[in-house]
């Protein structure tokens, strides 16, 4: 049996980049949790999805990418579809069906996961590669969409408050398949489900999401949930990583290249340091494009495929937490082993 690979990553990243200025004319300063908390402090730019811009149009134009490059028939004859889209276009749909339907695919399966956050990419590769390895099936396309930034954090009170300047909207699409060419060589997750309660949203007039009213959406931070997070999120990606490390017999400062989820600068640096990688050898796209969630690594590691940024025969890692830390993720691959 051929080995899966992570073969491709496309991107689409919606609008021209937004600059911090755009947040600081507009922040509370007397907000508790201001700037100064390392948990909040602003990336230099973001991209902003347009109001009239589905997650089905960012999928649709980032597959059109990787098509353009693998050819058409690549990304038309998929047999899985799995999307992780943070605010989905429709409530109780998510966008799997409607993005086959755009490319003309007639995938075996479709999925759409929603509980997976920042980690879902290395969530979705592992199903990627169990289904490849049980079924039938030959390819996938993991398919991610962070979409919130432009809808909820630049609500006229939501972006007053610190948070609001993070998140930057994008779009991915990876092509993974039976192949010996990048072969996944391992993947950890563990779940830590007491931390679930610790993530919540709230609406300024009480009312639940689904009810009418004018209150406006956003996420609930107070001071001791952050403090959590940090704690967490410090932890977890080091764990995850270090347990994978051990289990294929490498050390972690061997890592040739890292890629993580990048909700801030604190924990990019505080993982680079506790797995002993190199700044360099850890890449991120934070200042550029800000928290892109879910999608932050798999763009990331689309730039770092097209730089060349990754040494043939190098062992890749991807890593990351999810929402206020219930789940952890790592996955090893030996970028272009032959």
Known sequence: MSSVSLLDVARYLPGDPVSTDYYADRIDPDDR????????????????????????????????????????????????????????????????????????????????LHNAGCASFIVMLRLARMMIETTPARTALLCNVQNCAGPVFTQSEVVRKPPSAIPGDGASVAFVAASDECPVLDIEIVNRPEAAPDMQIELDDGRKYWEPGSGQLNVKFTESSVAKIISRGNRLVPEVVSAM???????????????????????????????????????????????LFGAGAPITLSHAIEDGAIPDGGLLVLAGFAHAGDLGAAAAVRWRAA
């Open 245 to 291: 490390c051990t289990r294929i017999g490498v050390r972690t400062g061997d890592i040739d290249t890292l890629i993580t989820n990048q909700p801030n600068r604190m924990f990019l640096r505080n993982w680079a340091e506790a797995l002993q990688v190199e700044d360099k050898r850890h890449l991120d796209t934070f200042d550029r494009y800000g928290n």
């Open 33 to 112: 949790l201001n700037w100064n908390n390392p948990m909040f402090r602003p990336p230099r730019f973001r991209h902003l999805v347009g109001k009239d811009e589905t997650s089905a149009d960012m999928l649709e134009r980032a597959a059109a990418d990787l098509a353009g490059r693998l050819g058409a028939d690549a990304v038309r004859n998929t047999d899985i579809v799995l999307t992780n889209v943070l605010l989905p276009d429709l409530p109780h749909a998510g966008v799997g069906a409607t993005l086959a339907h755009r490319i003309g695919a007639r995938p075996q399966w479709i999925l759409d």
